[in-house]
């Protein structure tokens, strides 16, 4: 996938006038947008408004230059902050500290250009064009399916009409979503299965590889229903779904040869030292006990945790219900070989990084229906009750050093931040949920 032509055009050329005045207008105008047009584009693909991004790419620069060794007050000039305090200001507004802590956390001595996440835009009619190799009415409606809790079009995945949903994106994944599909439906398992193109192929292949699935039934259910009166009863409904899946998963698993993810070396040697880092310049006030514990106490757990084929991404919106019960789970292109906690503590975290303020007084309720409904399906094992913090504390670490390691999702990371300092809060409430 790529940035599309008219934004790339436009960070190149931000990029290099770094040291002028630059305005959404100006932009706009080179792409022969309108301003309200070309804003809306720029926001839908960066995540960040057009003046948001500048003052970024600003502050990455000037820092740079004075790690470099250059005098902060000509350098911040040279950036267009009008005096040293301005830019001091606007660096901790968006960094969470001062320009000097920043530096001594990570050891800076020149700043790496942020990641992006390249996404190419497909418009209706090439969507409709697409849709034509199959033998589908291609008038059907078309809609994005939206991720971020709603915020952003995925790019890669849409409705179409009521029955279907076309996917694109990264060829493996795809493949990975396809083989476990098909290899649920032979279990019986509900799940989403390819629809052959007019030439009889499971996928259209060309310079993007795109296949068309039939939707399974049902829809994600609503906050009010997830964290409302019946939060528990549909908590538990969500932990045996889960167990029945996991079984279904177990069965097919040498057929699918999924990946192995060792998710207790991934936050040990990536996660964890850089959430220790985020802790101090976000000041999140977490005791360094909480990471001496985490290494000691999961490392001890870790081994004994069941491993099988996960879902890997049992998000809310991955999990259906119809008239209050789950009718089926969808997109598999994550799954791999894991703790099969990862699953269960996932739902959890998914539906509190969805809360309102509000709700996370009654998030431990949902937590503990989820895993009550999977031990009365599953049996969670006494380490895996043991290791139900620790799961949910690794999943936030690995969440929180993705998200803010990207631009475009760095306002997740301050989300995965809050959850992780409450968990953390809550720790002896978990605990005591078994």
């Given at each position: 996938m790529q940035i599309p032509d008219i934004i790339k055009a436009g960070l190149d050329y931000i990029e290099l006038n770094l040291k002028t005045d630059i305005t959404a207008e100006e932009l706009a105008r080179m792409a022969n947008y309108s301003t309200y047009h070309y804003y809306r584009l720029f926001a839908s693909v960066m995540d960040s408004s057009v003046s948001g991004y500048i003052i970024k790419r600003r502050l990455d620069h000037a820092l740079s230059e004075i790690a470099g060794g250059r005098k902060a007050v000509d350098v911040v000039l040279e950036y267009g902050f009008e005096t040293y305090a301005g830019f001091y200001k606007a660096f901790t507004k968006m960094y969470g500290c001062s320009p000097k802590?920043?530096?001594?956390?990570?050891?800076?001595?020149?700043?790496?250009?942020?990641?992006?996440?390249?996404?190419?835009?497909?418009?209706?009619?090439?969507?409709?064009?697409?849709?034509?190799?199959?033998?589908?009415?291609t008038q059907l409606p078309i809609e994005d399916v939206y991720i971020m809790n709603g915020a952003k079009p995925s790019g890669t995945e849409w409705t179409v009409g009521d029955t279907y949903m076309?996917?694109?994106?990264?060829?493996?994944?795809?493949?990975?979503?396809?083989?476990?599909?098909?290899?649920?439906?032979?279990?019986?398992?509900?799940?989403?299965?390819?629809?052959?193109?007019?030439?009889?192929?499971?996928?259209?292949?060309?310079?993007?590889?795109?296949?068309?699935?039939?939707?399974?039934?049902?829809?994600?259910?609503?906050?009010?229903?997830?964290?409302?009166?019946?939060?528990?009863?549909?908590?538990?409904?969500?932990?045996?779904?889960?167990?029945r899946?996991?079984?279904?998963?177990?069965?097919?698993?040498?057929?699918?040869?999924?990946?192995?993810?060792?998710?207790?070396?991934?936050?040990?040697?990536?996660?964890?030292?850089?959430?220790?880092q985020q802790n101090i310049q976000w000041s999140m006030g977490l005791d360094e006990s909480f990471f001496s514990d985490y290494t000691e106490t999961f490392g001890k757990l870790y081994g004994k945790l069941p491993k099988q084929l996960i879902h890997r991404d049992p998000h809310p919106g991955n999990i259906l219900f119809i008239n209050g019960?789950?009718?089926g789970f969808i997109s598999f292109a994550l799954s791999e070989l894991n703790v099969r906690l990862w699953d269960v503590c996932y739902i959890a975290t998914g539906i509190l990084?969805?809360?309102?303020?509000?709700?996370?007084?009654?998030?431990?309720?949902?937590?503990?229906?989820?895993?009550?409904?999977?031990?009365?399906?599953?049996?969670?094992?006494?380490?895996?009750?043991?290791a139900v913090f620790y799961v949910i504390c690794s999943i936030q670490m690995i969440c929180i050093a993705f998200f803010e390691s990207h631009d475009v999702y760095r306002p997740l990371a301050e989300i995965n931040r809050k959850m992780?300092?409450?968990?953390?809060?809550?720790?002896?409430?978990?605990?005591?949920?078994?």
């Open positions: 802590k920043y530096l001594s956390i990570y050891h800076i001595h020149k700043t790496k250009i942020p990641k992006v996440v390249n996404m190419h835009t497909y418009n209706e009619k090439e969507l409709r064009q697409i849709l034509s190799n199959w033998d589908v009415d076309l996917k694109t994106g990264d060829r493996e994944k795809l493949m990975k979503d396809l083989k476990v599909a098909k290899a649920l439906s032979k279990q019986g398992f509900t799940s989403s299965l390819p629809v052959p193109t007019k030439t009889g192929a499971e996928y259209l292949d060309g310079e993007a590889l795109f296949i068309l699935f039939t939707r399974v039934r049902g829809c994600p259910l609503t906050e009010s229903e997830k964290l409302g009166s019946d939060r528990i009863a549909y908590g538990e409904k969500y932990g045996k779904s889960l167990a899946l996991h079984k279904a998963l177990k069965e097919v698993q040498n057929d699918v040869l999924p990946d192995a993810f060792d998710l207790y070396a991934r936050v040990i040697e990536w996660a964890l030292p850089n959430v220790r019960e789950v009718s990084s969805e809360a309102s303020d509000d709700a996370y007084k009654v998030w431990l309720d949902v937590l503990g229906g989820i895993l009550h409904g999977y031990d009365s399906e599953g049996r969670l094992t006494a380490e895996e009750k043991q992780l300092e409450y968990i953390v809060r809550h720790k002896e409430q978990i605990k005591l949920i078994f």
